[in-house]
């Protein structure tokens, strides 16, 4: 099966720094890579997702880079805001229909130091 | 917006207890899922379900049972509750069976067996 190590497991940057969240998979048939943030209290919530014909997508402070060669794939957050510490977690898939099986990786805790 | 409720936010149970954990979605989701959540392993998958009374074992199915009578409800069961069954609990949907959608996570139940 796929297996999904992410790195670091605890994150400190100070306000206005960046934080970048690494993740290697191991199953080169994986192809949806999304990354999930979850606040305290609350349940994962999808951030922004990147599938294997793309190397790179943007969505404002947030970025993800793809390196299928390697089986790599980064999560990128600029200009950091103490809003945005919380635990993500990357997560691979084959997307396979009928399975929608998400293999996660064991999560980074962010904090943003004011 | 997509609502995923779970019945309880906290839960203590005794051991060899029979455990119930309701998760609800609101938005006519084919796909629900069960996962479990501890610190430095991530979500590991339980069981999910792709339709009314079916289920597919995930990574971690030993110790669960689940049900799925209604499209909008699935429910995880601890036949015997034990103390390595101490864990965060987390319900998602998802639209479609396709391994790129999105899952939707309610908040979690957090349930220590005693």
């Known amino acids: 099966g796929e297996n999904v190590e992410q790195h670091p497991s605890t994150l400190s940057v100070q306000e206005g720094d960046s934080a970048v969240i690494k993740c290697t998979y191991s199953?080169?048939?994986?192809?949806?890579f999304p990354w999930y943030k979850q606040e305290l209290g609350k349940g994962p919530q999808l951030i922004i997702d990147i599938r294997s014909n793309v190397g790179e997508k943007k969505d404002q402070r947030i970025a993800v880079t793809l390196n299928k060669t390697a089986k790599h794939f980064s999560l990128h957050i600029t200009e950091t805001q103490p809003e945005d510490s919380a635990v993500y977690f990357c997560?691979?898939?084959?997307?396979?229909?009928?399975?929608?099986?998400?293999?996660f990786g064991t999560g980074t805790r962010l904090t943003v130091i004011p | 917006d997509v609502k995923v409720t779970q019945s309880s936010r906290y839960l203590v149970k005794r051991t060899g207890e029979k455990v119930f954990l309701e998760c609800v979605q609101d938005m006519d989701h084919e796909n629900m899922f069960w996962y479990r959540q501890d610190p430095g392993l991530g979500l590991r998958l339980i069981y999910f379900s792709y339709d009314v009374k079916m289920k597919e074992k995930g990574d971690i199915p030993e110790g669960y049972s689940v049900s799925r009578e209604k499209k909008e409800r699935f429910s995880l069961i601890l036949e015997s509750a034990s103390t390595n069954q101490t864990s965060m609990y987390l319900c998602?949907?998802?639209?479609?069976?396709?391994?790129?959608?999105?899952?939707?996570f309610g908040p979690g139940t957090r349930l220590t067996v005693l």
């Open positions: 998602a949907s998802s639209f479609a069976p396709s391994g790129t959608d999105t899952q939707y």
């Open positions: 199953d080169s048939a994986s192809n949806y």
């Open positions: 997560a691979a898939s084959k997307g396979n229909a009928g399975a929608n099986n998400l293999f």
